[in-house]
T-cell receptor, first 110, second 114 residues
């Protein structure tokens, strides 16, 4: 079983819609969870950083962690064309080595 | 906002040649990393570096690879004898402390091996 998995998409939504992104992981020892945004030919840009279960909100972004299901989510409210990018979940393993999901490509259409 | 900078943005090299990729991490960060992303694939961990030594390395990081912090600001990745399969985006990252703190990434160097 792969450590961190994401649906590759693409996920196409109209401007203003809520974007819902998910990631599953296999190791129940994971405690910290991150979401990065990656534009084409750019590096991953940190969006959200959460610890353990629960919700965290930052502007239009909400991250959710459900440790019992080993499932993390990112929601983007009032999506904009500038939100079109690939969204990567990443989980630090021992030694802070980040394990990334494959990313979900999101396209927000005006 | 402080950022990680990488040079060059694109490097084209003949197979078998040595290549050095350069990074300037965020100035108060102590932990440094290299990752790579082959086109269409996941971002993969290569190596972490702290206090002038390697903390951890992946199985990808074989004897052809080395890292160095030659001065107080630069962090380099050297590939001694490049192979076609080394063609990828190479990302440098840095963080303040080791335990589960977020890593901040540069925009990468696209390495093309001919």
């Amino acid at each position: 079983q792969k450590e961190v998995e994401q649906d590759p998409g693409p996920l196409s939504v109209p401007e203003g819609a809520i974007v819902s992104l998910n990631c599953t992981y296999s190791n129940s020892a994971f405690q910290y969870f991150m979401w990065y945004r990656q534009y084409s030919r750019k590096g991953p840009e940190l969006l959200m950083y959460t610890y353990s279960s629960g919700n965290k909100e930052d502007g239009r972004f909400t991250a959710q962690v459900d440790k019992s299901s080993k499932y993390i989510s990112l929601f983007i409210r009032d999506s904009q064309p500038s939100d079109s990018a690939t969204y990567l979940c990443a989980i630090p393993a021992a030694g802070n080595k980040l394990t990334f999901g494959g990313g979900t490509r999101v396209l927000v259409k005006p | 906002e402080p950022e990680v900078t990488q040079t060059p943005s694109h490097q084209v090299t003949q197979m078998g040649q040595e290549v050095i990729l350069r990074c300037v991490p965020i100035s108060n960060h102590l932990y440094f990393y290299w990752y790579r992303q082959i086109l269409g694939q996941k971002v993969e961990f290569l190596v972490s570096f702290y206090n002038n030594e390697i903390s951890e390395k992946s199985e990808i990081f074989d004897d052809q690879f080395s890292v160095e912090r030659p001065d107080g600001s630069n962090f380099t990745l050297k590939i001694r004898s490049t192979k076609l399969e080394d063609s990828a985006m190479y990302f440098c990252a840095s963080s303040t402390v080791l335990s589960n703190q977020p890593q901040h990434f540069g925009d990468g160097t696209r390495l093309s091996i001919l």
